[in-house]
Nanobody, 124 residues
């Protein structure tokens, strides 16, 4: 089992940056592939980025490629999402996710472990 807590959300102007953090409990963090999803009002939860348990491989949604960077520190049980060049359409609640299956970590309906979410608002 793993428990996840996100932090770092807030209000930022278009073009600005934010770094989200996800703190994981438990001694098995390095066994989990990790991901970020987001959900805007009235929309389905969508995949943003994921990173393999080793941290070697990352994947991004086309909408954030080149602007967002996912990373993790297994020694600290932490995962991060650096978000640059933010746009109003990035406004959403951002969720941290964990799954031992690499095929599942990009599919919201397949994931068992979720954080509570952190609000990101991009507005002038």
């Amino acid at each position: 089992q793993v428990q996840l807590v996100e932090s770092g959300g807030g209000l930022v102007q278009p073009g600005g940056s934010l770094r989200l953090s996800c703190a994981a409990s438990g001694r098995t963090f390095s066994m989990y592939n990790m991901g970020w999803f987001r959900q805007a009002p009235g929309k389905e939860r969508e995949f943003v980025a994921c990173i393999t348990n080793s941290g070697i491989t990352t994947y991004y949604a086309d909408s954030v490629k080149g602007r967002f960077t996912i990373s993790r520190d297994n020694a600290k049980n932490m995962m991060y999402l650096q978000m640059n060049s933010l746009k109003p359409e990035d406004t959403a609640v951002y969720y941290c996710a964990a799954d031992q299956s690499l095929s599942a970590i990009t599919i919201a309906t397949s994931i068992v472990h979720w954080g509570q979410g952190t609000q990101v608002t991009v507005s002038s």
